[in-house]
């Protein structure tokens, strides 16, 4: 089993519409959980990240945590083709420092 | 916000040399960054932590000989990839701690190429 599960995609959502995110990981001793968009050929860039159970918003984009699932998501809300990347979900252990250590990503894809 | 930045953003050395990568924290000073390797449409695989003023740590497979890492101040780490080989080529990412609440910001990246 991964460390850190992500379908791989693509995962197709139209224009203004809201895509759906979804990240499971297996040790339930992960601490922080992290949130990266990748476009292709660059480096990932720090959408969100979240701590505690619950949701976190910040403007268009909300994180869900479920440490008893052991599952993170990411909604992104009104949906625009410059969405279109890659999605990463990483975690850090507690007792790991600030390792961080990555699901193969999900591929969006947002159409006119 | 933090900017972590890297240099070369590309290049290309011939098979048998050695190449230097840079990571720089521009507005923090970061004890700790992370060097990670990229291969085409796969996930980054953390390479090593590196650490202001002591050795860095590898982890399992990466070996230490072939990718020196040195973190000479709290604001440059760098990767030396010596006697390159084409396996080698692919993109490589440094990340540095700091920042709000310690967030980890990745730098630019930096592809590689071996012909």
């Known amino acids: 089993q991964k460390e850190v599960e992500q379908n791989s995609g693509p995962l197709s959502v139209p224009e203004g519409a809201i895509a759906s995110l979804n990240c499971t990981y297996s040790?339930?001793?992960?601490?922080?959980f992290f949130w990266y968009r990748q476009y292709s050929g660059k480096s990932p860039e720090l959408i969100m990240f979240?701590?505690?159970?619950g949701d976190k918003e910040d403007g268009r984009f909300t994180a869900q945590l479920n440490k008893a699932s052991q599952y993170v998501s990411l909604l992104i809300r009104d949906s625009q083709p410059s969405d279109s990347a890659t999605y990463l979900c990483?975690?850090?252990?507690?007792?790991?420092?600030?390792?961080?250590?990555f699901g193969t990503g999900t591929q969006l894809k947002v159409e006119l | 916000g933090a900017v972590v930045s890297q240099h070369p953003s590309r290049v290309i050395c011939k098979s048998g040399t050695s190449v230097k990568i840079e990571c720089r924290s521009l507005?923090?000073?970061?004890?700790?960054m992370f060097w990670y390797r990229q291969f085409p449409k796969q996930s980054l695989m953390l390479m090593a932590t590196?650490?202001?003023?002591?050795?860095?740590?590898?982890e399992q497979g990466v070996e230490k000989d072939k990718f020196l890492i040195n973190h000479a101040s709290l604001t440059l780490s760098t990767l030396t990839v010596t006697s390159a080989h084409p396996e080698d080529s692919s993109f490589y990412i440094c990340?540095?701690?700091?920042?709000?609440?310690?967030?980890?910001?990745f730098g630019e990246g930096s592809w590689l190429t071996v012909v």
């Open positions: 990340s540095a701690v700091g920042g709000e609440r310690n967030t980890i910001y």
């Open positions: 040790d339930r001793g992960s601490q922080s």
């Open positions: 979240i701590y505690s159970n």
């Open positions: 990483a975690v850090t252990r507690t007792g790991g420092g600030n390792k961080l250590t």
């Open positions: 507005d923090f000073q970061a004890t700790t």
């Open positions: 590196s650490n202001e003023g002591s050795k860095a740590t590898y």
